[in-house]
């Protein structure tokens, strides 16, 4: 029996601040953590999820003590898991609101990763906010807040349906994704962000776009490795009562990881 794929996942970063301040015990201490649903969904009999801790200034391990490149090497593939924000600073801005500062510190340990991963031509797969951090690790931009620069635009965030907000997006003919649907010209999809790719990064495809603002939900990289990023959860994808068009999440996981098959094997 071969040994199982090891997948690397980026640590999603709690900070204390505060109310929860008030909690006591572990809330009063900075968290790496992993989506179980995340997890869940990249594992099975031979896929095991391994969470990647970031290091950072105030860390008890230094940078020159650990190289993210170790990982990379020891690793067989990366998924960049959603969360906070991209920090504007990370593709050249400034905030347009204090609340859309986003997490620098995270920003820079993912494209370390990201830049890592590549280096040794092993897949690459973004959710949400990995999409948009592996356009802005490439030279693109984001918008900041869709609903405000995109007053036009449909809305693709409610707090309060959470993964049950979906829309219907367009599959690019001719391209990879379109591949895994044969005969899927739209499919619907689950929406839980305010922030979009807006300059398209350096030998980037978009692959997906939102209708009908146009508003970009799947990027792949033309470079000589596999690096796939989609604005949606496929994590969530088990909602078939709620659209019957909604997008099945398996192939994609399934092209990921036989990609890392591929590349391991190679």
């Known amino acids: 029996m071969n040994p199982p794929l090891m997948i690397g996942i980026s640590a999603r970063i709690y900070y204390p601040s505060g109310p929860v301040l008030d909690l ?18 990249v594992m099975s009999r ?18 020159s003590d650990v190289s993210l490149r170790a990982y990379a090497e020891a690793l067989d593939g990366l998924v960049l898991q959603g969360g906070n924000d991209v920090a504007p600073e990370t593709y050249g801005e400034t905030p347009l ?19 890592s991963f590549v280096a040794v031509g092993k897949p690459v797969l973004g959710i949400c906010r990995g999409c948009q951090l ?40 001719g391209t990879r994704l ?52 989609m604005q949606w959860h496929p994590e969530f994808l088990a909602l078939k009562e709620l659209h019957e068009q909604q997008l099945d999440g398996k192939p994609l996981l399934q092209d990921f990881l036989g990609e890392v098959r591929a590349r391991k094997a190679r």
């Open 46 to 63: 031979d896929v095991l999820a391994v969470m990647i801790p970031a290091v950072e200034s105030e860390s008890i391990v230094r940078r």
């Open 178 to 229: 379109a591949s895994l649907y044969p005969g899927r010209k739209q499919a619907a999809v689950n929406s839980i962000h305010h922030q979009a790719v807006k300059g398209l990064g350096n030998e980037l495809e978009v692959e997906a776009v939102a209708v009908p603002d146009g508003m970009v939900e799947a990027i792949r990289w033309k470079g000589p490795s596999y690096v796939f990023g």
């Open 24 to 41: 006591g015990g572990v809330f009063t201490k900075t968290l790496h953590y992993l989506e179980q649903s995340v997890a869940h969904w």
């Open 134 to 173: 592996i356009n802005v690790a490439l030279g693109g931009t984001l918008y900041q807040d869709i609903a405000t620069q995109v007053p036009e635009s449909i809305a693709h965030v409610h707090s309060g349906m959470y993964e049950k907000q979906l829309h219907t997006m367009d599959i690019v003919a």
């Open 97 to 115: 609101q204090p609340q859309w500062s986003g997490d620098r510190v995270r920003d820079l340990y993912e494209i370390e990763l990201f830049e």
